[in-house]
C-alpha cells in the first residue's frame, strides 16, 4: 500500500522529521514500511535539485520571431529580471502579446536533469543553453514528464495560484512515497487517514479530524426511505449497511492536479474526477465506494424511480464487469442489483452497464458495508482481486460508510460542480454492537513483564481513539467502530506495549522452574545416524518431500514389476507442477535423482539421506487430531562411480557395487552394535537387480533392502550404465533393534592369552552361502573360535565343477589359559565335523 | 722370521678392511682374516712351531694385532653402516608437494548443521526438541490457531492442500498445539523443527519446501520481557556476541501480541544495503505471547497461565552467514556446495 507522505502530513504534522527516523518509528510499532520512494528529493530518479529547479510565474507570453509553434515567455523565478524561455507549451499560445500573467510553473536552469519530454521512455536529460530557432534559452518551463511525475507529455505543469515563487520545487512539490507492508486483517489500517492516526498515538501529536466531518458541513440526513431510489437490502446478513448519495449535475472533467498526483504516487491511474474521487477518497478513509450514473439505473416493474436491491445472486446469473469479463455467480455471491438485474458485484467490481461516463450528469454514489468473509470467498471464487475487495475482505468500519460517502459528496460538489441532495439512503439492518472491555492495566504487567504507568497506558489508549474509563478497577475501555479486531483486553495490551515501544522492554530470561526434563531418543537415534554415516566417508542430502509420482510408478517399476508401498501416496489437490504433486513414500528416486544431476560434474557419488516419508492409511479425523498419514522415516545410502579417485599412484578405479555398500551397512550394524545379529537373504525387490538385492533383517525385525539398482530402473532415471548400489532401511526399527540390544550383552571380552592363527579352506557345492560356512565354523568351534574371516574365494579344476572353495582365517583363543598345539587340533576337529554336518563341506587339501 | 710374516699379514688385513664397502664385503673380511679358518687365527695357531723363549713376545704381538684389527673392523663397519643408510636416505627422497593419498571425506547438510547450533543454545535454555507432522489436518494448521476459515490471515500462507481436511503444514505452528494436548498441565519448553511447505514459485529467494524450528514456552508467569531476553541470547550465540538486536510490533494471529526481531544487517554492517531494504536490519524472528485462542485450545486457560511463541528460519541464517545467494542450493542437493560445509 502506497501512501504519500504529503497526504498524512494533511491529517498529522510530521515535516519537522527525517524521513528515515519517521520510517523507524512506523516500523518499530508494526507498521512495516517495505521502502521509500522519494520523489523530487535525493535517492528519486529524477532529482529536482533546489537552485535549479524552482516554482516560477510566467508573467508575459510573447510570439517567437521564427516559429508559430514555439511562444517566448517571459519568467519570474525570483530573480532580479525575468527570464525569457522558449517553450511549445500549447496551452501557453493563447496568451501571446498578453504582459500581464501570473501562471504558475515549474522551472528549471540549465545544468537540471530532467526527462527528455519529447523522447518515448525514459531518457535522461541535462539542460544545456541553447539557441531555438535563433533564440538563445537558458531555462525552461517543465512538463509532467519531464518532472517525472507521469508517463504522457501533453502541456506544461501549472501549480497553484497561491503558490510562492522563487522556492525550490521540491519544497512545494517534493514527496515521499511509503510504501507498507501490513500485514493483518487490518480494515483501519488500509487507508491514509488510518495510518495518520497511528502516526498522531506514536508521535503523541494531535490529529487533525475535519476529514470525517464532511456530513455535517453538507447537513445531511439519513433516512431508509430516499426520494430519489427504491433501497432494498434483501440479504442483510451479508450487507450490514448500505448508503445511497445523490450528487446531481456533476461535470465530468479531469481532476485537479493535486488529485491526479496523490492518485498517481498511490499507485492508481486518473481518469475522470467523479471515479477519481471515490478512489481518493478510498485512499484517504479506507472505505470503498461506487459511482453509478444515476440515469442508467432501472427501476423495478410499475415504479418510477430506479431500484438499488443487495441480494445474493442466483445461481448460475450473470453479469458483465467493468473489466469487460462476462462473470458467474453462484448464490453465495452478493449482488447489487436495479430493476433490471445485477449492476455491480458487491464490494468487488461494478458492472460494465452503469459505468460513469462522459455525458453523465447524476450520480448515485454507493457507500457500503459487506461482510468481510463473503467479500472475500467471492474475489477469490472469480479470481477477482480489486482493491475494493482487498479492504473489505480485512473488514470494514460500517460508521465508515456514512462518513466517506459525506467526504465524496463534498469532493464532487467542490471539484465537480455537483448539488449534493440532503436526503441521504442510509439502511442500516446491522449497527456493530459496542465493545466496552474490562481491561485491569496490571494485565499488561503480567503479559508484558514490564510495569508501564497507567498515565501512560491511558494516553495510548486515548490517541488510537479508545474510550477509557478510569473510575474503576478494572477500567472500563469502549473501543471504537473501526477497531473489530480488538475483543479481548489482551488486545489491549499490544496496542499499550507497541505504541510504548519494544524497544524499551527490559530483557529477561524465564525466571519459572524448568519443566520435567525428557530426553528425545528418536531424534539423537536419527543424529548418531547421520554422524556414523557421515564417518563413512558419506556425503548427507536432504531431497524435495514432494516428487514425481511417476518417480514411483514407471520408473521404480521400470522392471515390469511395481514396489510394494506401505499406503496410499499424499497427492497434493493443487500442486505447482506435476513433477511435485505427490509426498514421496521412499527415499529412492530423490537418491538417483540427486546421483543423476550430480554426476554432470562428478565421477564418484557417496550419498545418503535420513528423513520422512509419507502415506495414508485412514481417513483423517480432525476432531481427534488424527492425520490418518504415516510419517516414518527412512534411511538411504546410495553409491556409484569408481571406488577411489585418480591420483599420482594407481588406485582402484573398479566400480563401486553391492559389496561396498554392504561394507558400509556392516560399519553402521557394527557401530549400532547390531554386527551379526542381523539377517541377509535374497530379496526380490523390483526396483533391485534380481541376483543382487538383499532384504536384511535384525532381531527378527525387517529392516529394508540393499542391493544394486535394475538396469532398467538405473536407465529410467537416466542413469550411466555401471553399478548403482542402493539401500533403504526403516530408521525405526532399526534404532529400535539397537535400543534392544543391552549394552553389556555388545561387549566381547578382551583375553590377555597368545590366541592361535590357522587357514582352513573348504570345498563346498556352489549354491552354499558363504555366511552358512561361517556359521558353521563358529558354532563348530564354539566358544574358542573367536573369528572366522572369509579371505579367498576359489573355483577352478583343483575344487572340482559345481564347487568352490572358501578360504577362513581362523583365530582361536581362549579367555582363561594359553592354548596349545593340542588343542588346536581338538577345535579344527570339531570344526571339520560340524561344517561338513550343515554345508557337505570338506577340507581342501592342496 | 714368523714375525716378519705377522707385520706382512697385519698390514694386508688393514689394506684389505679399507677395501671393504658393504656389509657383505665386511662379513667376508671378517671371515677371511679373523674367523676360525682366517689368516689371523692361522698365525696363532703357529706359535706352538717357535721356540719357547720367543712365544710370549709373539703371543703379546699378535693379541696386539688382533685387537687392532678388531677395532679397525668397528670403525670401518661403523663407516660402512653410515654410509648406506646415507644412501638409503638419498634414495629415499620425494617431491614432498606431491599429493597426499585421498580420502573421501563426508559431510552434513548444511541444514542439518544449521539445526544442531539451533537445537544446541536452545538446549542450554532447557528447551527439549519435539516433532510433530510435516502432513497436517487444516483444523490444526489453521483452526485451532485462531485462523478461520476464509479468515484473511490465511493469506499469510500459500497453501498445498490435500484434501479438505489436510495439508502440508505451512508452519511448524501446529505443533503447538499437539504439544499442549500432550503436555497439559505441565510447564513446557520446546522447540519444533522441520520442513514446512508453501505453495511458492521456486526461486533464488523462495522455496516450496524449508525448515523452520518453532519455539513455545507455556507457564505461570512467562512475560514478553522473557521473550525478548530469550531471543536475544539466542541471537548472540547464534549470530556472535556483538549483533544488535531490536524489536518491531507485528501481526500473527495465534500471538497477541506480535513481534518480529531483527539483528543489524551482516552484510552492511548496519548502514543500510539492498539486502536489508535499506534499513540495516534483518529479520530473524517472528514471535509473540500464545494467544488466549490458542492457550485455551491447547489445553491451558488464560487466565492462570501464558505463554511465548516464536518461529525462526533455517536456510536464511546460513545464507546469511555464509553469503550463500540462492536457496535452491539447498535441497537441489548439488554436492559441490555441500562438500563445502
Ligand atoms: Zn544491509
Same mark, same amino acid.
Given at each position: 500500500?502506497?501512501?504519500?507522505?504529503?497526504?498524512?502530513?494533511?491529517?498529522?504534522?510530521?515535516?519537522?522529521?527525517?524521513?528515515?527516523?519517521?520510517?523507524?518509528?512506523?516500523?518499530?510499532?508494526?507498521?512495516?514500511?517495505?521502502?521509500?520512494?522519494?520523489?523530487?528529493?535525493?535517492?528519486?530518479?529524477?532529482?529536482?535539485?533546489?537552485?535549479?529547479?524552482?516554482?516560477?510565474?510566467?508573467?508575459?507570453?510573447?510570439?517567437?520571431?521564427?516559429?508559430?509553434?514555439?511562444?517566448?515567455?517571459?519568467?519570474?523565478?525570483?530573480?532580479?529580471?525575468?527570464?525569457?524561455?522558449?517553450?511549445?507549451?500549447?496551452?501557453?499560445?493563447?496568451?501571446?502579446?498578453?504582459?500581464?500573467?501570473?501562471?504558475?510553473?515549474?522551472?528549471?536552469?540549465?545544468?537540471?536533469?530532467?526527462?527528455?519530454?519529447?523522447?518515448?521512455?525514459?531518457?535522461?536529460?541535462?539542460?544545456?543553453?541553447?539557441?531555438?530557432?535563433?533564440?538563445?534559452?537558458?531555462?525552461?518551463?517543465?512538463?509532467?514528464?519531464?518532472?517525472?511525475?507521469?508517463?504522457?507529455?501533453?502541456?506544461?505543469?501549472?501549480?497553484?495560484?497561491?503558490?510562492?515563487?522563487?522556492?525550490?520545487?521540491?519544497?512545494?512539490?517534493?514527496?515521499?512515497?511509503?510504501?507498507?507492508?501490513?500485514?493483518?486483517?487490518?480494515?483501519?489500517?488500509?487507508?491514509?487517514?488510518?495510518?495518520?492516526?497511528?502516526?498522531?498515538?506514536?508521535?503523541?501529536?494531535?490529529?487533525?479530524?475535519?476529514?470525517?466531518?464532511?456530513?455535517?458541513?453538507?447537513?445531511?440526513?439519513?433516512?431508509?426511505?430516499?426520494?430519489?431510489?427504491?433501497?432494498?437490502?434483501?440479504?442483510?446478513?451479508?450487507?450490514?449497511?448500505?448508503?445511497?448519495?445523490?450528487?446531481?449535475?456533476?461535470?465530468?472533467?479531469?481532476?485537479?492536479?493535486?488529485?491526479?498526483?496523490?492518485?498517481?504516487?498511490?499507485?492508481?491511474?486518473?481518469?475522470?474526477?467523479?471515479?477519481?474521487?471515490?478512489?481518493?477518497?478510498?485512499?484517504?478513509?479506507?472505505?470503498?465506494?461506487?459511482?453509478?450514473?444515476?440515469?442508467?439505473?432501472?427501476?423495478?416493474?410499475?415504479?418510477?424511480?430506479?431500484?438499488?436491491?443487495?441480494?445474493?445472486?442466483?445461481?448460475?446469473?450473470?453479469?458483465?464487469?467493468?473489466?469487460?469479463?462476462?462473470?458467474?455467480?453462484?448464490?453465495?455471491?452478493?449482488?447489487?442489483?436495479?430493476?433490471?438485474?445485477?449492476?455491480?458485484?458487491?464490494?468487488?467490481?461494478?458492472?460494465?452497464?452503469?459505468?460513469?461516463?462522459?455525458?453523465?450528469?447524476?450520480?448515485?454514489?454507493?457507500?457500503?458495508?459487506?461482510?468481510?468473509?463473503?467479500?472475500?470467498?467471492?474475489?477469490?471464487?472469480?479470481?477477482?482481486?480489486?482493491?475494493?475487495?482487498?479492504?473489505?475482505?480485512?473488514?470494514?468500519?460500517?460508521?465508515?460508510?456514512?462518513?466517506?460517502?459525506?467526504?465524496?459528496?463534498?469532493?464532487?460538489?467542490?471539484?465537480?460542480?455537483?448539488?449534493?441532495?440532503?436526503?441521504?439512503?442510509?439502511?442500516?439492518?446491522?449497527?456493530?454492537?459496542?465493545?466496552?472491555?474490562?481491561?485491569?492495566?496490571?494485565?499488561?504487567?503480567?503479559?508484558?513483564?514490564?510495569?508501564?504507568?497507567?498515565?501512560?497506558?491511558?494516553?495510548?489508549?486515548?490517541?488510537?481513539?479508545?474510550?477509557?474509563?478510569?473510575?474503576?478497577?478494572?477500567?472500563?475501555?469502549?473501543?471504537?467502530?473501526?477497531?473489530?479486531?480488538?475483543?479481548?483486553?489482551?488486545?489491549?495490551?499490544?496496542?499499550?506495549?507497541?505504541?510504548?515501544?519494544?524497544?524499551?522492554?527490559?530483557?529477561?530470561?524465564?525466571?519459572?522452574?524448568?519443566?520435567?526434563?525428557?530426553?528425545?531418543?528418536?531424534?539423537?537415534?536419527?543424529?548418531?545416524?547421520?554422524?556414523?554415516?557421515?564417518?563413512?566417508?558419506?556425503?548427507?542430502?536432504?531431497?524435495?518431500?514432494?516428487?514425481?509420482?511417476?518417480? $514411483?510408478?514407471?520408473? %521404480? +517399476?521400470?522392471? &515390469?514389476? /511395481?514396489?510394494?508401498?506401505?499406503? !496410499? @501416496?499424499?497427492? #497434493?489437490?493443487?500442486?505447482?507442477?506435476?513433477?511435485?504433486?505427490?509426498?514421496?513414500?521412499?527415499?529412492?528416486?530423490?537418491?538417483?535423482?540427486?546421483?543423476?544431476?550430480?554426476?554432470?560434474?562428478?565421477?564418484?557419488?557417496?550419498?545418503?539421506?535420513?528423513?520422512?516419508?509419507?502415506?495414508?492409511?485412514?481417513?483423517?479425523?480432525?476432531?481427534?487430531?488424527?492425520?490418518?498419514?504415516?510419517?516414518?522415516?527412512?534411511?538411504?545410502?546410495?553409491?556409484?562411480?569408481?571406488?577411489?579417485?585418480?591420483?599420482?599412484?594407481?588406485?582402484?578405479?573398479?566400480?563401486?557395487?553391492?559389496?561396498?555398500?554392504?561394507?558400509?551397512?556392516?560399519?553402521?550394524?557394527?557401530?549400532?552394535?547390531?554386527?551379526?545379529?542381523?539377517?541377509?537373504?535374497?530379496?526380490?525387490?523390483?526396483?533391485?537387480?534380481?541376483?543382487?538385492?538383499?532384504?536384511?533383517?535384525? $532381531?527378527?525385525?525387517? %529392516? +529394508?533392502?540393499? &542391493?544394486? /539398482?535394475?538396469?532398467?530402473?538405473? !536407465? @529410467?532415471?537416466? #542413469?550411466?550404465?555401471?553399478?548403482?548400489?542402493?539401500?533403504?532401511?526403516?530408521?525405526?526399527?532399526?534404532?529400535?533393534?539397537?535400543?534392544?540390544?543391552?549394552?553389556?550383552?555388545?561387549?566381547?571380552?578382551?583375553?590377555?592369552?597368545?590366541?592361535?592363527?590357522?587357514?582352513?579352506?573348504?570345498?563346498?557345492?556352489?549354491?552354499?552361502?558363504?555366511?552358512?560356512?561361517?556359521?558353521?565354523?563358529?558354532?563348530?568351534?564354539?566358544?574358542?573360535?573367536?573369528?572366522?574371516?572369509?579371505?579367498?574365494?576359489?573355483?577352478?579344476?583343483?575344487?572340482?565343477?559345481?564347487?568352490?572353495?572358501?578360504?577362513?582365517?581362523?583365530?582361536?583363543?581362549?579367555?582363561?589359559?594359553?592354548?596349545?598345539?593340542?588343542?588346536?587340533?581338538?577345535?579344527?576337529?570339531?570344526?571339520?565335523?560340524?561344517?561338513?554336518?550343515?554345508?557337505?563341506?570338506?577340507?581342501?587339501?592342496? | 722370521?714368523?714375525?716378519?710374516?705377522?707385520?706382512?699379514?697385519?698390514?694386508?688385513?688393514?689394506?684389505?678392511?679399507?677395501?671393504?664397502?658393504?656389509?657383505?664385503?665386511?662379513?667376508?673380511?671378517?671371515?677371511?682374516?679373523?674367523?676360525?679358518?682366517?689368516?689371523?687365527?692361522?698365525?696363532?695357531?703357529?706359535?706352538?712351531?717357535?721356540?719357547?723363549?720367543?712365544?710370549?713376545?709373539?703371543?703379546?704381538?699378535?693379541?696386539?694385532?688382533?685387537?687392532?684389527?678388531?677395532?679397525?673392523?668397528?670403525?670401518?663397519?661403523?663407516?660402512?653402516?653410515?654410509?648406506?643408510?646415507?644412501?638409503?636416505?638419498?634414495?629415499?627422497?620425494?617431491?614432498?608437494?606431491?599429493?597426499?593419498?585421498?580420502?573421501?571425506?563426508?559431510?552434513?547438510?548444511?541444514?542439518?548443521?544449521?539445526?544442531?547450533?539451533?537445537?544446541?543454545?536452545?538446549?542450554?535454555?532447557?528447551?527439549?526438541?519435539?516433532?510433530?507432522?510435516?502432513?497436517?489436518?487444516?483444523?490444526?494448521?489453521?483452526?485451532?490457531?485462531?485462523?478461520?476459515?476464509?479468515?484473511?490471515?490465511?493469506?499469510?500462507?500459500?497453501?498445498?492442500?490435500?484434501?479438505?481436511?489436510?495439508?502440508?503444514?505451512?508452519?511448524?505452528?501446529?505443533?503447538?498445539?499437539?504439544?499442549?494436548?500432550?503436555?497439559?498441565?505441565?510447564?513446557?519448553?520446546?522447540?519444533?523443527?522441520?520442513?514446512?511447505?508453501?505453495?511458492?514459485?521456486?526461486?533464488?529467494?523462495?522455496?516450496?519446501?524449508?525448515?523452520?524450528?518453532?519455539?513455545?514456552?507455556?507457564?505461570?508467569?512467562?512475560?514478553?520481557?522473557?521473550?525478548?531476553?530469550?531471543?536475544?541470547?539466542?541471537?548472540?550465540?547464534?549470530?556472535?556476541?556483538?549483533?544488535?538486536?531490536?524489536?518491531?510490533?507485528?501481526?500473527?494471529?495465534?500471538?497477541?501480541?506480535?513481534?518480529?526481531?531483527?539483528?543489524?544487517?551482516?552484510?552492511?554492517?548496519?548502514?543500510?544495503?539492498?539486502?536489508?531494504?535499506?534499513?540495516?536490519?534483518?529479520?530473524?524472528?517472528?514471535?509473540?505471547?500464545?494467544?488466549?485462542?490458542?492457550?485455551?485450545?491447547?489445553?491451558?486457560?488464560?487466565?492462570?497461565?501464558?505463554?511465548?511463541?516464536?518461529?525462526?528460519?533455517?536456510?536464511?541464517?546460513?545464507?546469511?552467514?555464509?553469503?550463500?545467494?540462492?536457496?535452491?542450493?539447498?535441497?537441489?542437493?548439488?554436492?559441490?556446495?555441500?562438500?563445502?560445509?
Amino acid at each position: 500500500m502506497k501512501i504519500p507522505l504529503s497526504w498524512i502530513n494533511d491529517f498529522v504534522e510530521t515535516s519537522d522529521l527525517d524521513i528515515h527516523e519517521l520510517r523507524r518509528r512506523l516500523d518499530m510499532a508494526g507498521l512495516e514500511v517495505e521502502s521509500i520512494i522519494p520523489i523530487g528529493h535525493p535517492g528519486a530518479e529524477i532529482v529536482w535539485e533546489p537552485d535549479k529547479v524552482l516554482t516560477a510565474e510566467v508573467v508575459a507570453v510573447r510570439p517567437h520571431p521564427n516559429a508559430d509553434r514555439l511562444v517566448l515567455a517571459e519568467v519570474d523565478y525570483g530573480g532580479e529580471v525575468p527570464e525569457t524561455v522558449v517553450t511549445g507549451a500549447p496551452s501557453l499560445q493563447q496568451y501571446k502579446g498578453r504582459d500581464d500573467l501570473h501562471l504558475k510553473v515549474a522551472f528549471a536552469w540549465n545544468g537540471a536533469v530532467l526527462y527528455d519530454g519529447h523522447t518515448e521512455g525514459w531518457v535522461k536529460k541535462r539542460l544545456k543553453p541553447t539557441k531555438i530557432r535563433g533564440v538563445p534559452s537558458r531555462a525552461m518551463v517543465c512538463s509532467e514528464k519531464e518532472l517525472g511525475l507521469a508517463e504522457e507529455q501533453e502541456d506544461i505543469i501549472y501549480l497553484p495560484d497561491e503558490t510562492p515563487v522563487g522556492v525550490p520545487l521540491v519544497e512545494v512539490l517534493g514527496d515521499y512515497v511509503l510504501d507498507f507492508d501490513i500485514k493483518g486483517p487490518f480494515g483501519h489500517l488500509q487507508s491514509v487517514f488510518g495510518i495518520a492516526r497511528e502516526v498522531a498515538a506514536i508521535l503523541d501529536r494531535p490529529l487533525r479530524r475535519e476529514v470525517l466531518e464532511a456530513a455535517s458541513r453538507l447537513d445531511l440526513r439519513p433516512t431508509g426511505e430516499p426520494p430519489f431510489v427504491h433501497l432494498e437490502i434483501a440479504d442483510p446478513d451479508l450487507c450490514p449497511r448500505y448508503t445511497a448519495t445523490m450528487i446531481r449535475n456533476v461535470r465530468i472533467a479531469p481532476s485537479p492536479l493535486w488529485m491526479q498526483q496523490r492518485l498517481r504516487r498511490a499507485g492508481m491511474r486518473p481518469i475522470n474526477n467523479i471515479v477519481d474521487i471515490t478512489n481518493y477518497v478510498m485512499l484517504e478513509l479506507g472505505e470503498p465506494l461506487h459511482a453509478f450514473d444515476y440515469a442508467r439505473l432501472r427501476p423495478l416493474p410499475g415504479e418510477d424511480r430506479p431500484a438499488i436491491i443487495v441480494r445474493r445472486a442466483r445461481e448460475g446469473e450473470q453479469m458483465a464487469t467493468l473489466d469487460g469479463e462476462l462473470r458467474t455467480f453462484d448464490g453465495e455471491m452478493l449482488l447489487i442489483t436495479d430493476g433490471g438485474g445485477p449492476i455491480a458485484v458487491a464490494g468487488v467490481m461494478g458492472g460494465l452497464e452503469s459505468e460513469v461516463e462522459a455525458e453523465t450528469r447524476d450520480i448515485l454514489l454507493e457507500a457500503a458495508n459487506f461482510d468481510f468473509l463473503n467479500i472475500r470467498r467471492t474475489a477469490q471464487k472469480l479470481k477477482l482481486q480489486t482493491e475494493s475487495s482487498a479492504r473489505f475482505g480485512k473488514r470494514v468500519d460500517p460508521e465508515l460508510a456514512w462518513v466517506a460517502a459525506a467526504r465524496a459528496a463534498e469532493l464532487m460538489a467542490q471539484l465537480a460542480g455537483g448539488e449534493v441532495e440532503p436526503q441521504v439512503g442510509d439502511l442500516y439492518p446491522r449497527r456493530p454492537e459496542k465493545v466496552v472491555l474490562a481491561y485491569p492495566p496490571a494485565l499488561a504487567d503480567r503479559i508484558l513483564g514490564v510495569a508501564i504507568a497507567p498515565d501512560e497506558q491511558a494516553r495510548i489508549l486515548t490517541a488510537l481513539e479508545f474510550g477509557v474509563e478510569r473510575d474503576s478497577e478494572p477500567w472500563q475501555v469502549a473501543v471504537p467502530s473501526f477497531r473489530q479486531d480488538v475483543r479481548r483486553p489482551v488486545d489491549l495490551v499490544e496496542e499499550v506495549g507497541r505504541i510504548w515501544g519494544y524497544d524499551r522492554f527490559p530483557r529477561t530470561l524465564i525466571a519459572e522452574a524448568l519443566p520435567p526434563l525428557r530426553r528425545n531418543r528418536a531424534l539423537e537415534g536419527e543424529e548418531r545416524l547421520r554422524d556414523i554415516l557421515v564417518g563413512l566417508g558419506l556425503d548427507e542430502v536432504i531431497s524435495y518431500s514432494l516428487i514425481d509420482p511417476a518417480d $514411483e510408478t514407471e520408473r %521404480l +517399476g521400470a522392471a &515390469g514389476r /511395481l514396489p510394494d508401498y506401505p499406503g !496410499e @501416496a499424499v497427492r #497434493l489437490r493443487n500442486p505447482l507442477a506435476p513433477e511435485r504433486s505427490q509426498m514421496r513414500r521412499t527415499l529412492l528416486p530423490g537418491m538417483a535423482r540427486t546421483a543423476r544431476s550430480n554426476l554432470r560434474y562428478l565421477e564418484r557419488i557417496a550419498i545418503f539421506e535420513v528423513g520422512h516419508i509419507h502415506y495414508r492409511v485412514a481417513p483423517p479425523r480432525p476432531e481427534e487430531g488424527f492425520t490418518g498419514v504415516e510419517e516414518p522415516r527412512r534411511l538411504a545410502v546410495l553409491l556409484t562411480g569408481p571406488r577411489e579417485g585418480r591420483w599420482w599412484q594407481p588406485t582402484d578405479r573398479e566400480p563401486l557395487d553391492y559389496f561396498d555398500l554392504k561394507g558400509i551397512a556392516e560399519a553402521l550394524l557394527q557401530r549400532l552394535g547390531l554386527l551379526g545379529r542381523e539377517r541377509w537373504t535374497r530379496g526380490d525387490h523390483p526396483a533391485f537387480h534380481p541376483g543382487r538385492c538383499a532384504t536384511v533383517g535384525v $532381531e527378527g525385525k525387517p %529392516l +529394508g533392502t540393499l &542391493g544394486e /539398482l535394475h538396469p532398467l530402473v538405473r !536407465e @529410467a532415471f537416466d #542413469l550411466p550404465d555401471r553399478p548403482v548400489a542402493v539401500m533403504e532401511w526403516d530408521v525405526e526399527a532399526l534404532l529400535e533393534a539397537a535400543e534392544l540390544v543391552p549394552p553389556a550383552e555388545r561387549l566381547h571380552f578382551v583375553s590377555p592369552y597368545p590366541p592361535i592363527h590357522e587357514d582352513l579352506a573348504l570345498v563346498v557345492d556352489e549354491d552354499v552361502p558363504a555366511i552358512e560356512v561361517q556359521r558353521a565354523i563358529l558354532k563348530g568351534g564354539y566358544p574358542l573360535v573367536t573369528r572366522a574371516l572369509l579371505f579367498d574365494i576359489y573355483r577352478g579344476p583343483q575344487v572340482g565343477e559345481g564347487k568352490k572353495s572358501l578360504a577362513f582365517a581362523l583365530t582361536y583363543q581362549s579367555p582363561s589359559k594359553a592354548l596349545n598345539e593340542k588343542d588346536a587340533a581338538k577345535l579344527r576337529k570339531r570344526i571339520i565335523k560340524q561344517v561338513k554336518k550343515a554345508t557337505g563341506a570338506i577340507v581342501r587339501t592342496w | 722370521m714368523r714375525f716378519d710374516e705377522l707385520e706382512r699379514r697385519y698390514e694386508e688385513a688393514q689394506a684389505a678392511l679399507a677395501r671393504a664397502e658393504t656389509p657383505e664385503a665386511l662379513e667376508s673380511w671378517r671371515t677371511a682374516w679373523m674367523g676360525r679358518k682366517g689368516a689371523i687365527t692361522a698365525l696363532t695357531r703357529q706359535i706352538r712351531d717357535l721356540p719357547k723363549e720367543e712365544r710370549p713376545a709373539f703371543g703379546q704381538r699378535i693379541n696386539e694385532v688382533k685387537a687392532a684389527l678388531e677395532a679397525a673392523y668397528e670403525a670401518r663397519a661403523a663407516e660402512v653402516k653410515a654410509e648406506a643408510l646415507a644412501q638409503e636416505l638419498a634414495e629415499g627422497a620425494v617431491d614432498i608437494t606431491l599429493p597426499g593419498r585421498p580420502l573421501n571425506v563426508g559431510h552434513l547438510h548444511l541444514t542439518t548443521q544449521t539445526l544442531r547450533e539451533i537445537y544446541a543454545i536452545f538446549e542450554r535454555m532447557g528447551f527439549e526438541v519435539y516433532e510433530a507432522p510435516e502432513v497436517e489436518l487444516g483444523y490444526y494448521n489453521f483452526d485451532l490457531l485462531n485462523i478461520p476459515p476464509y479468515h484473511p490471515a490465511r493469506d499469510m500462507w500459500d497453501t498445498f492442500w490435500v484434501d479438505d481436511d489436510l495439508l502440508l503444514r505451512t508452519h511448524t505452528s501446529p505443533g503447538q498445539i499437539r504439544v499442549m494436548r500432550e503436555r497439559y498441565p505441565e510447564p513446557i519448553r520446546v522447540i519444533l523443527p522441520g520442513k514446512v511447505y508453501r505453495y511458492e514459485q521456486i526461486t533464488a529467494r523462495s522455496e516450496h519446501q524449508f525448515y523452520q524450528v518453532e519455539g513455545l514456552a507455556v507457564g505461570r508467569h512467562i512475560t514478553m520481557s522473557d521473550l525478548i531476553g530469550t531471543l536475544t541470547e539466542f541471537t548472540r550465540m547464534f549470530y556472535g556476541e556483538h549483533r544488535r538486536t531490536r524489536v518491531r510490533g507485528s501481526y500473527f494471529p495465534f500471538t497477541e501480541p506480535s513481534i518480529e526481531i531483527d539483528t543489524d544487517c551482516i552484510l552492511c554492517g548496519g548502514k543500510g544495503c539492498p539486502v536489508c531494504k535499506y534499513t540495516g536490519w534483518l529479520e530473524i524472528a517472528g514471535a509473540g505471547m500464545v494467544h488466549p485462542v490458542v492457550l485455551q485450545n491447547g489445553g491451558y486457560d488464560p487466565d492462570e497461565w501464558s505463554g511465548f511463541a516464536f518461529g525462526l528460519g533455517v536456510e536464511r541464517p546460513a545464507m546469511m552467514k555464509y553469503g550463500v545467494k540462492d536457496i535452491r542450493l539447498f535441497y537441489g542437493n548439488d554436492l559441490r556446495f555441500l562438500r563445502q560445509f
